[in-house]
């Protein structure tokens, strides 16, 4: 009996209570569509930073002066957690290019393609034994182009002279340090010069958290003898920075436009309890409770807060795959969990803008109402 009365006093004003259930699903598309953004956005913005380069590097540590496969056997159980992108273990080692030293580097190039995808190369990566990348700045300086042969001469373990020659398939270009490098696949660096399978360094790309990456770091170091890692500061600092911002602008937009929607719910609340002054003193000098007409109002209200809640969460899913789409050129999860959270919120937020025009309603003074005055 008190759902159809309910019903019905709302049915009988339709056009405020459009007003009303269009301003709750406002804010109920705005607050699940930003809430599932934020939090989708980690996951995101973890694959969009991996385009900056390694976030995790691991060293020789203590007496060690390199790294031997087991430590990357032994890094990869304990990273096998995260999304790794990329692993790119490295080995410089020097040689002689027409009589002039230069730093090789040994590595697995696809595990750097990964790693570094913001490297520019003018030809393409190697992919054929006995093919080079070389840095801009030796490029210039043997006055070499892509297609063209470099004839490298490296030593051994005995210090013999060992002597191949490479194809330059690619020209590197990132502005920093490895413009002055040349780069190789391991296996021909170990041909080059001996001394078995070690590397100096192991640059890893992994989508996660700041928090893992820390951990991960002091898990390595502690567990894994003759290795030292750390995450890189410069690409983990500047995601959490991006993260906390986006997620304070959220959180602040969420905030405002709640508060608009509770400031129009109660505007069209106040006028519907306008409205029925005359009514509402009717059924007070009849005999009803002030309860039972603060039970009808705050029915009315949840009822819209409901309504629009319901059809906010589901347009909200839309909003944050409209805008993932867009900004990330990826899709976006569906999380069921945030439909009743979104309906939880908009029944709270219009139940809260209801009690000015509720105090409103019970404040009416019957005498007065049915005189006419």
């Known amino acids: 009996m008190y759902l159809r009365m309910v019903a019905r006093s709302l049915g009988r004003r339709r056009s405020r209570v459009i007003v009303a259930l269009l301003s709750v699903a406002v804010g109920a598309t705005t607050l699940a569509g930003l809430i599932t953004v934020c939090l989708d956005i980690p996951r995101q913005l973890e694959r969009e930073f991996r385009s900056y380069g390694a976030n995790l590097v691991i060293l020789p540590a203590g ?154 770091a002091t898990r390595i170091t502690y567990t894994i003898d003759g290795a030292s890692a750390a995450p890189v500061k410069r690409v983990t600092e500047s995601e959490g920075n991006v993260l906390s911002t986006l997620t304070s602008l959220v959180f602040l937009v969420t905030v405002i436009v709640l508060a608009l929607t509770m400031v129009s719910v109660s505007t069209t609340m106040t006028a519907v309890v306008t409205e029925r002054r005359r009514e509402i003193g009717l059924k007070k000098a009849l005999g009803a409770e002030n309860s039972g007409i603060v039970r009808e109002f705050l029915g009315e209200g949840i009822l819209i807060g409901a309504a629009g809640g319901l059809v906010g969460a589901l347009l909200g899913f839309g909003l944050a795959e409209m805008f993932s789409m867009n900004v990330f050129h990826r899709g976006i999860s569906f999380r069921p969990s945030l439909v009743p959270f979104t309906v939880l919120i908009s029944v709270v937020c219009t139940a809260v803008a209801c009690l000015i025009p509720v105090r409103r309603a019970i404040d009416v003074d019957p005498a007065i109402v049915l005189r006419g005055e």
């Open 63 to 216: 007496e060690a002066a390199a790294l031997s496969p087991s430590v990357l056997d032994a890094a990869a159980d304990v990273l096998r957690q995260g999304d790794v992108v990329g692993v790119a273990p490295y080995r410089y080692e020097t040689v002689k290019i027409n009589e002039q030293p230069f730093t090789v580097a040994g590595t697995d190039l696809a595990g750097a393609k990964a790693v570094s995808p913001y490297w520019y190369v003018d030809g393409t990566w190697p992919q054929a034994p006995r093919e080079l990348l070389i840095g801009r700045d030796v490029a210039e300086f043997l006055d070499r182009k892509v297609g063209e042969t470099a004839t490298l001469v490296g030593a051994d373990e005995k210090d013999r002279d060992v002597t191949e020659t490479f194809t330059i398939a690619g020209i590197l270009e990132t502005g920093g340090a490895e413009d002055g490098f040349v780069f190789m696949a391991d296996d021909d660096l170990h041909k080059l010069v001996g001394g078995g399978e070690r590397f100096d360094v192991v640059e890893y790309s992994i989508a996660a958290s700041r928090e893992f990456l820390d951990a991960a």
